[in-house]
């Protein structure tokens, strides 16, 4: 039967995945990347992923602590990319996994995690792996690259078709990749419930003002 209980859980973390989804820079300095984070969460943001692939242990512990707490004092979210022992450490609103995470096995994730934070999975440009992460409990599933990247500049392409297609899981859906204010309308029109953004967002010239603009796309 119907877990009430779950059910009010899985509602209302769907709730919060929409709109502008902010990745952070990989930035050495924490005191500059505060500044930037700070800078797109008074702009509206309110999912943050905290991803930083080259700092030592040390560094991307004290950069994701004080992510979130940056994020909740604005009433936002921090999901840590690619490192479930860090999430579960400080406590995060949960972890973004790719392929090669957490040795694949995303049913351990959901468990590990539990039922109350929040499982992202990066399908690339696969729907089988999209219905593997869907049936192992994820709370939304990624696409991409949906542009060319200059952060993953090797990455495959994703058709924005897919974005459309993924709607058969029931579940929020991602897009990352290239994305920019210029293309974000038609994103979101293929099926994009949220915008993964790095480069767009933390290297406009007014990071606050940037952040309004794609979360306006998301209220108007």
């Known amino acids: 039967m119907p877990d ?4 009010r859980v899985q509602a209302s973390k769907r709730s919060q995945l929409r709109g502008l989804y902010a990745i952070t820079p990989e930035d050495l300095l924490l005191p500059r990347l505060s500044a930037l984070v700070a800078a797109a969460l008074h702009g509206g ?7 930083n692939k080259t700092a030592p242990a040390p560094l991307r512990r004290a950069q994701a602590a004080e992510m979130l707490r940056l994020c909740h004092a604005h009433n936002a979210l ?16 949960g972890v973004h996994l790719g392929r090669d995470d957490h040795g694949g096995d995303l049913a ?5 995690l539990g039922p109350s934070k929040i499982l992202g999975i990066s399908c690339y440009a696969d729907l089988e792996r999209a219905r593997q992460a869907a049936q192992a409990g994820a709370d939304y599933i990624a ?10 500049p090797e990455a495959s392409p994703a058709s924005l078709t897919l974005l ?8 929020p859906v991602a897009a990352i990749g290239g994305i920019t204010l210029g293309n974000a309308t038609q994103t979101i029109a293929a099926g994009a419930d949220m915008l993964a953004v ?3 967002l933390f290297e406009a ?8 603009a794609y979360t306006h796309l998301f209220t108007s």
């Open 78 to 93: 921090l999901i840590v990319n690619d490192d479930l022992p860090l999430a579960l450490e400080i406590n995060a609103d």
């Open 205 to 212: 010239p007014d990071i606050t003002a940037q952040a309004r």
């Open 198 to 200: 790095i480069s767009d």
């Open 143 to 152: 696409f991409g690259c949906m542009y060319p990247s200059t952060t993953k």
């Open 45 to 51: 943001v309110r999912l943050l992923q905290y991803r």
């Open 164 to 171: 459309n297609q993924a709607r058969q899981f029931d579940l």
């Open 4 to 7: 009430p209980a779950t059910d």
């Open 108 to 112: 351990a994730a959901r468990a590990a």
